[in-house]
């Protein structure tokens, strides 16, 4: 049985619809303290309605959900004294400066840049060179710098990130989950949403969401290891014609574009890589590459996606 002193955040049947459309349908999950938590879905899979309901923003419209032990709607008040959170979008005041805006949001918490230094200190030495600089005037990468440190200065038990690298360049994507690798340190826990499947390893746990619904929930390792299929890697010179030839071909249950290559589950026990080239060779396609591969976080999903019985490893 799991101890409840260790839980952060607790979601029990949580479902939201905006009229005919269902964002969120009987969502239960619990999130550990101290956790590196993501959702990880494609635009429209409700991680961005499920963390604003943790945020307090949002009512559900059934079930309930509680952030270290206080309920989102009865004790919003409580919540929102001990979480940071980072919407998708930019929402600073763009003409304030830098230094301003971090002042004012250190402010309103009744605290101060000073106290809670230590907390923000490597993120904000990279914007500090633009601390006169206004808001609005900032790179994306400086930006979401900044709306991290605005979001850590009261020092949140908790800290809500939704799709916090959306928009900005791969570096910066990759400086951000650096960042959040030494807040772990702190004992913070984190509740990130992101469509990059990519960002998926750099999480403790992940759920996998596709429209409004949890298929699967478990440690980045656990959810490849669930994937039950071969995987073959395809490519050719006409790419566009090689997804339709590839699909059709026998024991192949599935193919999709990644990359620059086609990915195609094989059925258990089938053995297609020397077959499907020749294959292809016969089609005209010219010095086809198959091969086999080991499958990602992406490919996981999209068996997920196609599979009576979701991962909910919980």
Not at 12 to 40: C, M, P, R, W
Not at 76 to 88: A, L
Not at 112 to 121: D, F, P
Not at 234 to 247: G, H, I
Request: glycine share 6%; with cysteine; proline share 5%.
């Amino acid at each position: 049985m799991e101890d409840p002193t260790s839980i952060s955040v607790v979601i029990d049947q949580v479902s939201k619809a905006y009229n005919t459309t269902h964002a969120l349908e009987n969502i239960n999950l619990s999130i550990g303290k101290g956790e590196l938590f993501g959702f990880i879905g494609p635009d429209g899979a409700g991680k961005t309605t499920l963390i604003r309901i943790l945020a307090t923003l949002l009512l559900p419209d059934k079930g309930h959900a509680t952030v270290e032990g206080y309920d989102t709607v009865k004790d919003y008040r409580k919540i929102r004294q001990i979480v940071g959170y980072m919407p998708g979008r930019f929402s600073l005041y763009q003409d304030l400066s830098v230094e301003e805006n971090l002042n004012f949001f250190a402010s309103i918490f009744k605290t101060s840049i000073k106290e809670n230094y230590h907390l923000i200190e490597d993120i904000y030495k990279q914007i500090e060179p633009f601390r006169t600089r206004p808001a609005g005037k900032l790179s994306g990468g400086m930006k979401q710098k900044l709306a991290l440190c605005c979001a850590l200065i009261h020092k949140p038990v908790i800290l809500f990130l939704d799709e916090p690298t959306t928009g900005v360049d791969a570096v910066s994507r990759k400086e951000f989950w650096d960042m959040l690798d030494k807040l772990k340190a702190e004992r913070i826990t984190i509740l990130v949403s992101t469509p990059y499947m990519d960002e998926a390893s750099r999480c403790n746990r992940v759920a996998l969401m596709q429209e409004g619904r949890i298929l699967g929930v478990d440690t980045p390792e656990g959810i490849v290891k669930s994937y039950e299929n071969d995987l073959l890697a395809v490519k050719s010179a006409n790419m566009y014609q090689l997804l339709f030839d590839v699909v059709k071909y026998p024991g192949i249950i599935r193919a999709y574009r990644s990359g620059e290559f086609i990915h195609a589950a094989v059925e258990k026990g089938k053995q297609l890589e020397d077959s499907l080239k020749d294959y292809l060779i016969g089609l005209r396609h010219e010095n086809p590459i198959v091969r086999n591969i080991v499958p990602s976080v992406e490919d996981s999903f999209m068996a997920l996606m196609n599979s009576p019985h979701p991962l909910t490893n919980d």
